[in-house]
């Protein structure tokens, strides 16, 4: 999570930089060209999203600097990537005349919840991740069964375990599904979006774009080989959180050698399609989206492991 | 949460004011007139309550005393407030022969669990507030499906949230909705209960007081505009949880000077308000209520933010 | 959980004797012979399961090892006993070609979630006990429902909490119950088995053999006073959590003499009986079996009120 090669331009335009930054460390980078590309991404698929994507990541920056969070970390763009995750997910799923607002209210609940994690996790060192925008996302999501203002979209429907049936026949097209893997971390599919999304990662730093389409690869087949629904693997479902979690077990939180951290990521990669199922499974009753839950519990448990045993 | 101007009255009856201050640390307030207050808008509401109230705050500070808490935390009744809501909410939410002596082990088990919640929390700093009475409460209430001798109210009943229709119309008497804002953090309702209970936090503090009141007038408010249920608005329930975080997002856990801490106390309210549906949401399945969760939750997310921006 | 006398024998098979700790750490015990009577306990019922829950145990010893675990630690079997549990679950509550394979995999996450939960509870201090354990287990079996590789045997159904009717009816078998009580940590029944388990804690330790006697009969009577199933009664299924709880309330985590500590860790066990009936209500909808979070919901409470009042 360098600053990247930014010393030149950072003076002229330090906010606008950090919420790029911002904007690139949902991919656990801190690059203002990758978070350029990825706001390209989105603004190509969707312009009104990309405008939501940029004021949640630049609404959790102020938070970030106004709030008085460290310097650094508001430089670095760790007070935006949830802010902009929670926005753009609010906003996609949410309906009615003022979504709009509860997408941007809950990209400043957001900001405040990354910094309460950080402090909650802050004892025993454990990395925040994507949990802040997870739950805020989940609770305003919940929250719009009870209020007029809001309501869920019709395409999310709570439904019963006892009910469920598994049916895994469809076509998978792997190239774009493949791609639909990068895209899907920002709810977006679509060829030219993803390839915009894998040089973002690449731009920062090529070992990571290899790490990332390695977790794709291991994600996509994984849920295959185990049988997982083929509609799902095709919108590249089963590709994103393993790729997050490929990013942040196998290169971003990986200090020192050790040899088993190479078998370490492809576990937790493979961990985190089981638990695609595991938190898809749990969210039926309540007709919501796993997010990059799996990637968060995967990652978590095994960046956790790694600090207790170095 | 100071131990208040009873420097003379302290040493005759220690364990009396300690559970007094017990009742009245519910409003974050460490202040024995504040507590007898309370407990005589409890019990005018209904004597048997009443005297659960002031038992199950007793069991907790006794447990404090003998279990070797810390004795300043004893005094100022931090080990009281938590059992004592929990043995209310067994007491009014559970039927059977023994319901009775299940709100009082209740008490205790929340006694213990603020301990354990105090010792997970210290790391961080981050305060206990009411989750150990919410967890407590929660749990004892699920187990009564799997045993004869206790049950939860007919007035509690699971429901599929696929079945959920919202529907919000209903008169709102905006005056008694206000008083009751306060009741029902105790489950009380009734104009004169309260009016005990604000006037047992003006005693304290007219500073509290002004932010209870405002705090209140957010969640109402917050609650029609978002579309909210009538009948529930009118009943206060959309109130009490936003006044609990007015008081310790406003002023109890408020130290120093932070330019953005009058908006994070209002946003905090509002967020309370949303929360109250997220946690609905989330309960319907289990016919469980809210209780104090939104308070929790949203307070939760502003201290803690606090805690790592100062 | 202190190593045991196998001062002479340890030098010539550590790894072999870690594992059999391991397994005798499911009672908080770390001890090989009574892994070895654990062991036999499981292998008479079950040949598979046997060789299931020593190749697991020895799964979660060599992480430890190779992963760069305390020695001392790993030694213990602090790294076993999670795994153990995990894969017996596993292949137990699982079918398909590749429940064999899952219950392995989860074996060896549920080493890194020890870990993960080590790091994670160190700052408070506060004990791992079996949460890894549950939490994989639980993950992994809703899992299923979105993979074709394997399913949730048929025996465990999802219902709704609202068609949920109790029904207590049924004979108890009290001895058998009593010795079913110490088999069911391990999924097992039968007379031999649970008498070896017994053996192999007053191997270990007379005094803790006493507790999980007491702990054992609390359990029970509770449940059939509070009017709990007798079937679950009779199949010891209120027993083994609050076996557990009395040796780890009662004799491991009690530091120093406390007045309080008898009545504290009876309390624990009634409260365990307790939580029984909560988890298992939680989890009808999931069609989950509660495993061993009572105890380690309850022992949690009251290990960490004890950190925090000593």
Same mark, same amino acid.
């Given at each position: 999570?360098?600053?990247?090669?930014?010393?030149?331009?950072?003076?002229?335009?330090?906010? !606008?930089?950090?919420?790029?930054?911002? /904007?690139?460390? *949902?991919?656990?980078?801190?690059?203002? *060209?990758?978070?350029?590309? /990825?706001?390209?991404?989105?603004?190509?698929?969707?312009?009104?999203?990309?405008?939501?994507?940029?004021?949640? =990541?630049?609404?959790?920056? @102020? %938070?970030?600097?106004?709030?008085?969070? +460290?310097?650094?970390? #508001?430089?670095?763009?760790?007070?935006?990537?949830?802010?902009?995750?929670?926005?753009?997910?609010?906003?996609? %799923?949410?309906?009615?005349? #003022?979504?709009?607002?509860?997408?941007?209210?809950? =990209?400043?609940?957001? =900001?405040?919840?990354?910094?309460?994690?950080?402090?909650?996790?802050?004892?025993?060192?454990?990395?925040?991740?994507?949990f802040p925008y997870i739950v805020t996302t989940w609770l305003l999501m919940l929250s719009s069964y009870k209020f007029e203002a809001f309501k869920v979209t019709d395409k999310l429907v709570p439904q019963h375990l006892s009910d469920w049936k598994l049916e895994i026949a469809g076509e998978i097209h792997w190239l774009s599904a493949f791609l639909d893997?990068?895209?899907?971390?920002?709810?977006?599919?679509?060829? @030219?979006?993803?390839?915009?999304?894998? !040089?973002?990662?690449?731009?920062?730093?090529?070992?990571?774009?290899?790490?990332?389409?390695?977790?794709?690869?291991?994600?996509?087949?994984?849920?295959? /080989?185990?049988?997982?629904? +083929?509609?799902?693997?095709?919108?590249?479902?089963?590709?994103?959180?393993?790729?997050?979690?490929?990013?942040?077990?196998?290169?971003?939180?990986?200090?020192?050698?050790?040899? !088993?951290?190479?078998?370490?990521?492809?576990?937790?990669?493979?961990?985190? #399609?089981?638990?695609?199922?595991?938190?898809?499974?749990?969210?039926?009753?309540?007709?919501?989206? =796993?997010?990059?839950?799996?990637?968060?519990?995967?990652?978590?448990?095994? /960046?956790?492991?790694?600090?207790?045993?170095?």
């Amino acid at each position: 999570m360098g600053i990247g090669k930014t010393k030149g331009t950072r003076k002229r335009f330090p906010f !606008l930089l950090a919420t790029m930054r911002g /904007i690139s460390q *949902v991919f656990l980078i801190g690059n203002w *060209v990758t978070g350029l590309l /990825i706001l390209a991404a989105i603004t190509i698929t969707s312009f009104k999203l990309g405008l939501m994507a940029f004021l949640s =990541a630049a609404i959790g920056t @102020l %938070f970030g600097r106004l709030g008085g969070g +460290h310097p650094v970390s #508001v430089e670095r763009g760790l007070y935006g990537y949830n802010p902009m995750l929670t926005g753009m997910a609010l906003f996609l %799923f949410l309906e009615g005349p #003022v979504s709009w607002g509860i997408a941007l209210f809950g =990209a400043a609940v957001s =900001a405040a919840f990354t910094a309460s994690v950080m402090r909650f996790l802050q004892p025993a060192g454990m990395p925040t991740l994507t949990f802040p925008y997870i739950v805020t996302t989940w609770l305003l999501m919940l929250s719009s069964y009870k209020f007029e203002a809001f309501k869920v979209t019709d395409k999310l429907v709570p439904q019963h375990l006892s009910d469920w049936k598994l049916e895994i026949a469809g076509e998978i097209h792997w190239l774009s599904a493949f791609l639909d893997g990068a895209g899907q971390i920002f709810f977006l599919q679509g060829i @030219l979006a993803g390839l915009l999304l894998f !040089l973002g990662i690449f731009v920062a730093d090529w070992k990571m774009g290899l790490y990332a389409i390695a977790g794709n690869f291991i994600g996509m087949f994984t849920a295959y /080989i185990l049988g997982g629904e +083929h509609t799902l693997i095709d919108a590249g479902l089963y590709g994103y959180n393993a790729i997050l979690t490929a990013l942040a077990v196998g290169v971003v939180f990986r200090d020192g050698a050790n040899r !088993l951290s190479l078998y370490s990521t492809m576990i937790s990669c493979v961990l985190t #399609v089981v638990f695609i199922g595991s938190v898809d499974t749990i969210l039926l009753p309540f007709g919501l989206p =796993a997010l990059t839950m799996p990637f968060a519990l995967s990652t978590s448990i095994f /960046i956790g492991a790694r600090l207790m045993m170095r």
